[in-house]
């Protein structure tokens, strides 16, 4: 028992369901399918509960579902991937300030697209790195993305901590990585 503590100096927090509430942008989706947005949300819960990847939720609906061809079909019809301030959770802003304020470097990291890192840009949030499986070319449950957040946190994978919502997605290759993890149920 009673190892040695080691101190966390970098905090990065996953995007979706930890930061930003994505219920809106999936209720667009099941506007988009045609099919009613309580389905959608049974069926995004039990797909994400087999911890399967969120993409297959489509697949339910439309066999062969392109995601990015149907993201590009959206944007041309002016209905593009989109969230905002009224998105984030409330406990969101403050507490990237506060860990902010302690001294440690925080960032987002997650399976995000181009255009959801330009929005993240646009919040202007008080993080000092934002990365997305589409800017980074590598997505979670890699571990060369979790590889990724100890090179952008600056210190060993033993001082960064990863805050997300799924064990499979989350918290279970971070900690492969050498990441401490803390889950949030939200």
């Not at 930003?20 to 309580?38: F, I, K, M, N, Q």
């Not at 952008?152 to 990585?177: F, H, K, S, T, W």
Request: net charge negative; glycine share 10%; aromatic share 10%.
């Amino acid at each position: 028992m009673g190892g040695t503590r080691v101190p966390i100096r970098s905090v990065f927090f996953d995007v979706g369901e930890t930061i930003v509430d994505e219920s809106r942008e999936y209720g667009t989706w099941a506007d988009w399918l045609g099919v009613p947005r309580h389905t959608f949300s049974a069926v995004f819960g039990a797909v994400i509960a087999r911890g399967l990847d969120y993409r297959e939720v489509f697949e339910v609906f439309r066999a062969g579902f392109d995601l990015g061809v149907e993201r590009e079909r959206r944007a041309a019809a002016g209905q593009p991937e989109s969230f905002g301030e009224e998105d984030l959770y409330a406990d969101a802003r403050p507490c990237l300030a506060a860990l902010r304020a302690e001294g440690l470097r925080v960032g987002l990291a997650g399976n995000q697209t181009a255009r959801a890192e330009v929005i993240l840009r646009a919040l202007d949030l008080p993080v000092d790195v934002i990365g997305t499986s589409d800017g980074w070319g590598v997505e979670k449950p890699s571990v060369e993305f979790f590889e990724r957040v100890v090179a952008e946190a600056g210190c060993p994978a033993r001082e960064v901590l990863y805050v997300g919502d799924r064990l499979d997605n989350d918290i279970r290759p971070a900690q492969a990585a050498g990441v401490a993890t803390a889950l949030i149920r939200r």
